[in-house]
């Protein structure tokens, strides 16, 4: 059997979070995410300005962490080396817990790591490649 055509993309991401609020506030008032629906008390799905859709989804009492599949990290795509950079002080000056700091990779990407409120790994990075397609 034939492949299909090739998917667009990873574009979306959904994640149970234990702490919505304080998960809200930092894709939001941090990274400057846009709400993109909010159907409910529990679910809210926001976006970088159309070009993707992160999902977060208030977890169950009592979800054992790591019970299901488990997530490495998710990433943000910068425009520059710089920005990286940039990204890292403000973050680190607003409280945000570094997993690893700034660094350059042997295929020219450079980044960070830092966790979300609820521990998640999220990865500041720029990737000329990406880049290059998304401009």
Not at 6 to 33: I, K, N, P, W
Not at 60 to 74: K, S
Request: glycine residues 8%.
């Amino acid at each position: 059997m034939k492949r299909p055509q090739a998917t667009r993309g990873l574009r979306h991401l959904a994640l149970l979070v234990e702490d919505l609020e304080a998960c809200r506030r930092f894709y939001v008032d941090l990274l400057g995410m846009e709400v993109e629906w909010e159907p409910d008390a529990d679910n809210l799905y926001l976006t970088s300005q159309g070009q993707d859709n992160l999902a977060l989804h208030r977890a169950p009492p009592g979800l054992a962490r790591g019970a299901g599949q488990a997530l490495d990290h998710l990433g943000f795509v910068l425009g520059s080396p710089e920005q990286v950079d940039e990204w890292h002080v403000f973050l680190k000056a607003h409280g945000v817990s570094i997993r690893l700091m700034p660094r350059t990779h042997r295929d020219g990407a450079r980044s960070f790591y830092c966790n979300d409120p609820d521990g998640n790994s999220v990865q500041l990075i720029y990737h000329p490649p990406v880049v290059a397609c998304v401009g």
